[in-house]
Structures are given as C-alpha cells and as structure tokens.
C-alpha cells in the first residue's frame, strides 16, 4: 500500500505504534539496570556529630531493605561537598547545610530539604542576651573544624557584618569537643550549626550555667544571605520546669539537605525517601509534623523521582510489589508523562492536518484553472481556445492521477466538475468564433 493512499486512521495507528515503540524501549532500558545496588556510600560528618547520627538512623532504615550503607567519617558540610557525585567521588549520598556550594559542573542533585539547623551561639556569661560579633573582643570561641559547616556560616556572617573578628580567637573545635570545652570552662562561647536533635547540645539545654543567645538582628542577616531563615525556640523550649530559656529566642536558621549523585538508582531514591520520611517528618521546637522532608528552600537542581515522591503518598503497589519494582514503575511513569504531553495534542491535530494536507493536493491546481477560465472569456480566435483546451487537459489529467483515500476523493471529483464547467466556456467560444 503506498503512503499517499493512507486512509487516516491507518496513519494515527502508525503513530501510536510509534509511540508505543518508544514507551516499550525506555521500559526495556530501564529493566537493564532494575535490580538496585544492594550498598550506598554516605558522606555523613565525624564520629559523633549530628550529622553522623543521621546517617546512622538511615543506614538501619535501609539495612530493612537489605540495602547496606556505608558511612564516611569527614569534617562537615564542606568536605561532604567535595566527595558526593561524578566519576572522582567516593560518596553517592550527603547531607549538606544550607548555602555549601557544590563544585560547579558536579552531577549532584538535592533528594529533599530536611531540617533546620540553627546558629546556637552558646556561652556562661561571656556574652550579653543578644549576640554582636562586632563587639566581641579577646573571646575564645569554639567555631567548628575546617570543612564544617559552621565554619563556613562564620566566614558568611563575616562578610555581612563586614568585620572579620580578629581580636577573637577560634578554635577549630565542633560538636562533643566544643561542648566539653564550653562545660569546662576553657573557652568563652562555642558556635554551632546543627539541628535541635544534635546529641552534643542536649546537655547545654540542661544546664543552668549555659546561656543560648541569638545574633543581633537576625533578619538583617536573613534578607542578605538567602539560605538563611528565621526560627523561634520558645519560651520554656529546652527545661519546661526550670523555664529555659526564660524568654522567647529568634534565632537564624539554615535548611539541611539530602543530596546524591544524579545518576543515583531510582530504587535507593526511593528508599532515601522513604528514610526520610520517618526521620525527619516529626515536630520538634522549631518544626511542625510533616513539615520535612520537602523541596523548600533548595538552591540546588531536585531529583525528579524524589520531588515525585513527596508530593503524593505512598503508592498502593508497594503492597504487592517489591519496593525496587514500585521504584521503576514510578521512574519509567515519570518518562511517560512528558510523552504523553506531545502525543495527546498531536493526536488530536492530526485529523486536521491531515485533511488540510489531502485538500492541499487538490486545491493547488485551482489557481491554473482560474487562469484558464479567465483567458477563456476572453478568448476569441480558435487557436488561443485550442491552446486553452489543451491546458485544461494536461490539469485534469494531473487531478485524474492524484492518489487520494477514498474518504478524500470529493474534492478531486468537485474540481473535476468545475473543468467541466470551464470546458464548457471553451466550447461556447470557440462555437462562437465558427459562427463569426
């Protein structure tokens, strides 16, 4: 059967064949690689931090799943940056504070925000109840390791405030080491970026000697640094008996991240996901419920699948299928949906098109027989009608052949009629030019 002799619905079947083609080969490459890895390596924080806490909790989340975590000890934030995705690192997930920059052209991307972490600017007395680090002078202050965090907000808040601090001394100290440096008195004050549920501050929530004190004008610095927010622990947050702390405290806070390599499987996004959910989805004293892990507040590209993910609830399939199915069926749905886009309006424009095309063949030999119809009424001697005669053939010779599906043949038939109506004049012509 020749192409131009398609009937319509012939041509739609083609291109849903077509489209099905397409679905069934992202389905097939998909299916190459659809067992998950049963192991993923983690990029957590030193021994003891919060961050290594946490990777901690995910590694017996997903050791449900037989899947198997690996925890990388480093200094923070900074190194985790260093180490997640492409062919040189060694870490396939990370967490991350807020603002860290990722090495520009890494294939990293967020999997969900998920916590708070607040600048607790902790002392016994050093400081006044409202932080200024323009005024402190001669402090000793535990400002985190190199490649924390923290360290990289104190540089931030340096640039802010435009001072550097230099009559202070910081110490490359952070999480435990800070806190038993603070409870025994060898320095002033120790600065912290970590969530309310980091193990080295609880017992800096208890004790009477400790004061938690907020930055001077935190909105001041939240309006200028954009991974910066505002958080309120209340009144009586930490010690409801011994009313601590005594007064309501606006602090700066900083949303943590999940990351991971973008060409991480679709089947460990799930389950990360999954982890997350139950770490991090509860209240706390400056969370509500649900209220993580979420896409607020990424300055980073969002996995797809994961984004996906968080705004629906868990599917119904993982009932009946094993997780690492649901996670591929989801990652293949989030393929077809864009398809599905192009092809469902095509769909509907074709028919269209397609009848435009079929009357095009016809209709562009219109203007050739308009021609010979208006030389027709003026023509008077028998060699112009002649002339005429045998262009009006060689046009209905070129409809006679048109190739059109039945459905379509109408138009040439009602051309051929207004030849006939043209052939017509010319005989009345040239019978006319005899008779003169």
């Known amino acids: 059967m020749k192409l131009d002799r398609l009937d319509l ?11 099905a083609a397409a679905i069934l080969y992202a389905v097939y490459q998909r299916a190459l690689d659809l067992l998950p890895p049963d192991s993923v390596t983690f990029a957590a924080g030193s021994e003891g931090s919060a961050y290594y806490d946490l990777a901690q909790r995910y590694r017996s989340i997903l050791a449900e799943s037989d899947i ?153 610095i939240a309006r200028q640094l954009s991974f910066v927010r505002q958080v309120t622990i209340p009144r009586s947050g930490f010690d409801y008996a011994s009313e601590r702390p005594p007064e309501d405290i606006a602090m700066i806070a900083m949303i943590g991240a999940l990351v991971a390599s973008a060409d991480l499987h679709p089947a460990l996004v799930d389950r990360l996901i999954d982890a997350a959910r139950q770490i991090h989805s509860g209240r706390d004293l400056i969370t509500d419920e649900n209220e993580f892990p979420s896409t607020t507040g990424l300055s980073m590209p969002v996995n797809a699948q994961a984004e996906d993910l968080m705004e629906k609830p868990p599917s119904p399939l993982y009932r009946y299928l094993p997780f690492w199915a649901v996670a591929q069926i989801n990652s293949v749905a989030l393929l077809l949906v864009p398809l599905l886009v192009i092809i469902v309006p095509l769909m509907r424009i074709l028919p269209g098109l397609y009848e435009w095309q079929m009357r095009a063949r016809v209709y562009r030999r219109y203007p050739e ?26 046009v209905e010779q070129e409809v006679a052949r048109l190739a059109l599906p039945m459905k379509y043949r109408e138009y040439a038939y009602t051309m051929r009629i207004h030849i006939d109506l043209v052939r017509r004049e010319l005989a009345r012509r040239k019978e006319a030019s005899r008779t003169a």
């Not at 619905?9 to 489209?19: H, K, M, N, R, Y």
């Not at 027989?369 to 060689?394: K, T």
């Open 9 to 19: 619905t012939w041509v739609q079947l083609l291109l849903f064949v077509l489209a």
């Open 369 to 394: 027989l308009r021609e010979i119809e208006h030389e027709a009424a003026q023509a008077e001697s028998p060699e112009q009608i002649r002339d005429l005669e045998e262009r009006l053939a060689l």
């Open 68 to 220: 198997t975590v690996e925890i990388i000890e480093t200094a923070g934030s900074l190194e985790n940056a260093e180490r997640v995705g492409g062919p040189e690192a060694d870490a396939d997930v990370a967490l991350l504070q807020g603002g860290v920059p990722v090495p520009e052209g890494r294939p990293v991307e967020a999997l969900a925000a998920v916590f708070l972490e607040p600048l607790w600017i902790m002392n016994e007395g050093a400081l006044s109840e409202e932080a200024d680090p323009t005024r402190w002078q001669g402090l000793r202050i535990a400002g985190g390791g190199e490649g924390s965090g923290t360290r990289f907000v104190i540089d931030a808040l340096s640039n802010v405030i435009g001072s550097e601090m230099p009559d202070n001394t910081f110490l490359p100290l952070g999480g435990s080491a800070a806190t038993e440096a603070l409870l025994a008195g060898e320095i002033d004050a120790a600065i912290y970026v970590a969530p309310v549920s980091a193990p080295y501050l609880q017992p800096l929530f208890v004790d009477d000697d400790v004061t938690a004190v907020a930055i001077r004008d935190g909105a001041a």
